[in-house]
């Protein structure tokens, strides 16, 4: 299926490795033009580098910005301009039971998974809005529906990003322009992929073993039995992204593996 996004250009907070690096590789195949991100200069050029390999007649580029740093989110937003597809990406996680999460926690986390995106898209829905056609993707996650008791923050920004999208969509009305987020599940993202891989290393059991077992423990209703490919949930990303997708606006997409099990 042609998705009809030749030409365009995105640009992806938090793309040098996982879900949305994942996105900027299917939207380079789809030969938009993509600008990734990622927290220092190095491993934003390695990133850039290896989908330049990957992808040697598209155009990639990098915008290294820390998005806890306002003076490189500054200079981040002076940098974007007709930019046809955003995708609010960027975000952290940690473990932490709600008693050990301090005041500065909740704000630090606020800021980078909820501010980041808001910034963002306040730099660049109007200029969508101006043109009438435009794209913007909350990747939030089941997280922000079914909060868990050890991550309280966390679930708290992804509720609130699918809050701020949902709102943002309201703005878009008569135009081409839509606002949608996806709630993603359970995902073998680089950093989980690195946790795993060490507990088996330190266990001598293969690594196969040790995810399944985290599946049945963390999800165990699960109607995929396993972790997410960062690919399945780029696939969504992608179309939402292209114009065929203009009929869906202010809506939150599941592409959990069935986590959930409201209707």
């Known amino acids: 299926m042609d998705l009809k996004l030749e030409?365009?250009?995105?640009?992806?907070?938090?793309?040098?490795q996982g879900i949305g690096f994942a996105i900027a590789q299917q939207l380079l195949n789809e030969k938009a033009e993509v600008i990734i991100n990622g927290r220092g200069e190095e491993k934003t050029n390695l990133a850039v580098q290896k989908l330049k390999t990957e992808f040697p007649n598209c155009k990639v580029s990098g915008i290294a910005a820390d998005f806890s740093k306002k003076e490189e989110i500054d200079a981040l937003l002076g940098q974007l301009n007709n930019i046809d597809i955003l995708i609010n990406n960027v975000g952290q996680f940690d473990l932490k039971n709600f008693e050990e999460i301090e005041d500065e926690d909740w704000y630090k986390i606020f800021e980078i998974n909820v501010m980041s995106s808001v910034r963002l898209s306040?730099?660049?829905?109007?200029?969508?809005?101006?043109?009438?056609?435009?794209?913007?993707?909350?990747?939030?996650?089941?997280?922000?529906?079914?909060?868990?008791?050890?991550?309280i923050h966390y679930g708290m920004t992804k509720a609130a990003m699918t809050a701020v999208s949902n709102g943002l969509s309201?703005?878009?009305?008569?135009?081409?322009?839509?606002?949608?987020?996806?709630?993603?599940?359970?995902t073998?993202?680089?950093?989980?992929?690195?946790?795993?891989?060490?507990?088996?290393?330190?266990q001598n059991i293969e690594v196969e073993q040790i995810k399944n077992s985290i599946v049945q423990q963390t999800n165990p209703h699960s109607l995929l039995q396993r972790f997410i490919n960062p690919s399945e949930i780029a696939s969504l990303a992608t179309y939402l992204a292209?114009?065929?997708?203009?009929?869906?606006?202010?809506?939150?997409?599941?592409?959990?593996?069935?986590v959930l099990k409201t209707i």
């Open 7 to 16: 030409g365009k250009k995105a640009f992806i907070s938090g793309s040098t």
């Open 122 to 151: 306040k730099k660049l829905l109007p200029q969508m809005l101006e043109k009438k056609s435009g794209r913007i993707i909350f990747i939030s996650s089941e997280s922000g529906v079914n909060i868990p008791g050890n991550m």
């Open 170 to 186: 309201k703005l878009t009305m008569g135009t081409e322009v839509t606002v949608n987020t996806i709630l993603g599940g359970p």
């Open 188 to 202: 073998y993202s680089d950093g989980v992929a690195a946790v795993i891989e060490h507990i088996a290393s330190l």
């Open 242 to 258: 292209s114009p065929l997708s203009l009929a869906t606006n202010g809506a939150s997409l599941r592409a959990d593996g069935g």
